[in-house]
């Protein structure tokens, strides 16, 4: 029953084979035996887990289910969730419960039925490649217990590798779905930005954070984004647009397809091992009927630098809300307010995210503004034109997502540059706003390798459908780590 898909477990609840409270508690089973060592969870709480299951049994039973009610998932740490606790991975969140819903989480568990198992360890705010900057402990990547499964959204990756949840959310600001979906062989979407609401998920870089569905195949991603997306007038950059199933054109065939190869994408800095996993990954899809063409992403090279300016500038101002003052981590002694304030940050936030903050308040000081924030913001809109350009003489585009496999834990860890750089064949998505996937094509060293693909804007059915044909035709996704069963 955990190698299941959302399908099948959704068929299996529909025919009666198994209940919703049945299938929780096969979940929370295997997370109580397994989570101690992987650490892919922050927050587990049995009882609502299984009120909720029992909600969506009611709703069984009744008749009013939808395709996904009764079906676990893990959610992000990320997302507010009325009672539960909600961390995003730093102290200074560490006990704060949540007196509201997110809309991806009202969306997912009130509106579609779906079934919680708790929240999910991730990078301190989101801000990091390798879930090592959380303050609840570093996650273990399921493939190999000594290596990293990613980050941001390492800990939903890990889950999800692990069987201790069928799909989980993630978040993507600069590659935080796609990277751990890299690592730890599992297939994850990142949105248009815009498609899914951001109200409740607490914010890192607002014009980049997009949130988005985490596991093993794309069908499976379809079927989780179908709950996700829809306009929020709580999100002021939420798009007022049609719904749309996701899962209608999983089915169609290749032939025809234009796959564009950026020549930045296939040059230095891709380790020799993922790069054959994904030269393969093209053959099959010329099996399947697909056409390559090269294209140019020529500002490419400069979209790590104008993310390093754009998100910790945005990161510096969202991050001011966290004072001490009206909700999170207080510092127990302190003098004046102005001294409340400083221990409290100083105590409340870990290294990275310090680091962010301080990048953040310089490139958009008075002086330095022109400098770097606008000049950042030039080169992004030169992104986005490459983009636009590429897209005239292509359907798709595909390329690494991660320049190499999971590297051990400690290994970037003293080295933020090293660790900025597992990001550069992802961020400039994000920039551009575009929707991208990762997934599984291959193993070097026993280590899973990712296939990113890239769509125009709102093209997410499309990519859905070049990475399901795919997926039909190998089986890279159904592997499983050995030893954990
Ligand atoms: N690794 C990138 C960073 O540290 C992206 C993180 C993300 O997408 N949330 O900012």
Redesign the pocket.
């Known amino acids: 029953m955990i190698h299941n898909s959302l399908k099948q477990l959704s068929q299996a609840l529909a025919a009666k084979e198994i209940s919703s409270v049945e299938l929780t508690t096969l979940y929370l089973d295997r997370i109580a035996r397994l989570n101690p060592e992987i650490n892919a969870f922050v927050t587990v709480d049995r009882d609502k887990s299984l009120q909720m299951a029992q909600d969506a049994d009611a709703r069984l039973a009744a008749g009013t289910a939808g395709p996904l009610t009764g079906i676990p998932v893990a959610q992000k740490d990320i997302f507010c969730a009325e009672g539960w606790t909600t961390t995003c991975g730093s102290k200074m969140l560490a006990n704060f419960v949540s007196p509201y819903d997110a809309t991806v989480i009202r969306k997912m568990h009130a509106e579609a039925g779906l079934v919680s198992l708790g929240k999910t360890n991730m ?1 301190e705010f ?4 390798s879930n090592e900057t959380s303050y609840f402990g570093p996650v273990k990547n399921p493939w190999d217990l000594s290596r990293v499964p990613g ?2 959204s390492g800990g939903s990756a890990a889950a999800v590798a692990a069987r201790l949840a069928p799909a989980a959310t993630g ?7 796609r ?1 751990p979906a890299a690592l730890c062989n599992l297939t994850g979407l990142k949105p248009t930005y815009g498609v899914v609401s951001r109200y409740g998920m607490i914010a ?1 870089a607002s014009s980049l ?1 997009q949130a988005g569905p985490m596991a093993a195949s794309a069908e499976d991603c379809a079927l989780l984004l179908n709950t996700m997306t829809g306009f929020d007038e709580r999100d002021s950059t939420s798009l007022d647009r049609p719904a749309e199933d996701y899962a209608r054109a999983l089915d169609q065939p290749l032939a025809g397809l234009r796959i564009g190869l950026p020549r930045e994408f296939f040059g230095e800095g891709c380790s020799a091992e993922v790069m054959a996993a994904v030269q393969a990954a093209i053959r099959e899809y010329e099996k399947l009927g697909a056409t390559t063409v090269e294209v140019s992403l020529p500002n490419s090279h400069l979209s790590v630098p104008a ?1 390093y300016v754009i ?1 910790p500038a945005e990161a510096s101002s969202n991050l001011s809300r966290f004072d001490g003052v009206r909700y999170g981590y207080r510092a127990p002694e302190y003098g004046s307010l102005d001294d409340m304030y400083a221990k409290t940050r100083a105590q409340g936030f870990g290294a990275e995210v310090k680091r962010r903050i301080l990048i953040g308040a310089y490139v958009l000081s008075h002086g330095y503004y022109d400098a770097y924030y606008l000049q950042a913001q030039r080169i992004r809109r030169l992104i986005a034109n490459d983009f636009a350009e590429a897209f005239k003489a292509c359907d798709v585009i595909l390329g690494p997502t991660s320049p190499s496999t999971a590297f051990k834990l400690g290994e970037k860890a003293a080295d933020p540059v090293q ?2 750089l ?2 550069i064949y992802t ?1 400039a998505v ?1 920039l551009a706003g575009l929707p991208g996937m990762s997934i599984p094509c291959g193993f070097a060293g026993g280590l899973p390798v990712g296939l990113q693909l890239v769509g125009n804007y709102f093209a997410e059915a499309q990519l859905l459908n070049v990475a399901h044909r795919y997926q039909l035709a190998t089986d890279w996704h159904q592997r499983r780590p050995a030893g954990l069963d």
Do not use: P
């Open positions: 990078d989101a801000m990091g490649s980050g941001s978040t993507d600001t600069g590659g935080s779905i990277q890192f954070d993310y998100a660790m900025y597992s990001d961020i994000n």
